[in-house]
Nanobody, 128 residues
Framework: QMQLVESGGGLVEAGVSLTLSCIAS?????????MAWFRQAPGKEREFVAA????????QYAESVKGRFTISRDNAKNTVYLQMNSLKPEDTAIYYC????????????????????WGQGTQVTVSS
C-alpha cells in the first residue's frame, strides 16, 4: 500500500510558475516505482502529464507541457515534484500524483491503468 499527498496548487496568473509536490508513505517502496503526474479538467478525462523513472534518470512528457514542465524526484524524501513554468489557462485542472506498477518509464506510462496508487489531487487554476 502507498498513500500519496499532493500540495502546492493554487490560483495563479498566466505566465507564472508553480511547483507541485507529492509525498509518498506506506509499505510499498517508493524508490522502486516510476511516478507520474496526471491532470483532469472539468468535463474532461484524466490525462497524462509527466512521468519519471525510479531513479529519476528517465522522464516522459505530454506534448502539451513539453518544454514548460519538469518532473523530478527525491527518493531520500519520498517526494516527486512537478515544476510548471509559463502556465496557461488551459493548464487549469486538478493535478494528481500517481505511483506506477512499473519501475521504468515506457510506452504504457501514459495509461491510467498503469498506476496502482493515486493521490487526492491538488487544484491548479490559471487565470488569463
Amino acid at each position: 500500500q502507498m498513500q500519496l499527498v499532493e500540495s502546492g496548487g493554487g490560483l495563479v496568473e498566466a505566465g507564472v510558475s508553480l511547483t507541485l509536490s507529492c509525498i509518498a508513505s506506506g509499505r510499498t517502496s517508493f524508490d522502486s516505482r516510476a511516478m507520474a503526474w496526471f491532470r483532469q479538467a472539468p468535463g474532461k478525462e484524466r490525462e497524462f502529464v509527466a512521468a519519471v523513472s525510479w531513479s529519476g534518470a528517465s522522464t516522459q512528457y505530454a506534448e502539451s507541457v513539453k518544454g514548460r514542465f519538469t518532473i523530478s524526484r527525491d527518493n531520500a524524501k519520498n517526494t516527486v515534484y512537478l515544476q510548471m513554468n509559463s502556465l496557461k489557462p488551459e493548464d487549469t485542472a486538478i493535478y494528481y500524483c500517481a505511483c506506477s506498477r512499473y519501475t521504468y518509464v515506457g510506452e504504457l506510462q501514459g495509461q491510467v491503468s498503469s498506476y496502482d496508487y493515486w493521490g487526492q489531487g491538488t487544484q491548479v487554476t490559471v487565470s488569463s
